[in-house]
Nanobody, 125 residues
């Protein structure tokens, strides 16, 4: 069993930055260090949208076109923590951000087995 807890969300002006964290607690099964991890986001009335993913080694990352060049995903396996650095934030980045973990690497939410509760990010214009 894996519990994921996001933090770091908040209100920021357009052009600003935030860093989200996702702390993992693993009580059984695969350790965090070999879980593939990702960030997704969702706004009311819309489907959950892929943002970024990182393979368990850290050797591969993928981003959605809408955040590429502005967001950076990273992980610290010693701390069981996933990060999302968000720069040059835009009002359209406003959403609830979720971290997710899975055994199979992919960019689709169906590839992920574990989900956090989410953290709200609001970007004002």
């Amino acid at each position: 069993q894996v519990e994921l807890v996001e933090s770091g969300g908040g209100l920021v002006q357009a052009g600003g930055s935030l860093r989200l964290s996702c702390a993992a607690s693993v009580t059984s099964g695969r350790p965090f260090s070999i879980l593939n991890m990702g960030w997704f986001r969702q706004t009311p009335g819309r489907e959950r949208e892929f943002v970024a993913a990182i393979i368990w080694t850290g050797g591969r990352t993928d981003y959605s076109d809408s955040v590429k060049g502005r967001f950076t995903i990273s992980r610290d396996n010693a701390k069981n923590t996933l990060y999302l650095r968000m720069d040059s934030l835009k009002p359209e980045d406003t959403a609830i951000y979720y971290c997710a973990g899975g055994r199979i690497y992919g960019l689709d939410s169906s590839k992920f087995d574990y989900w956090g509760q989410g953290t709200q990010v609001t970007v004002s214009s």
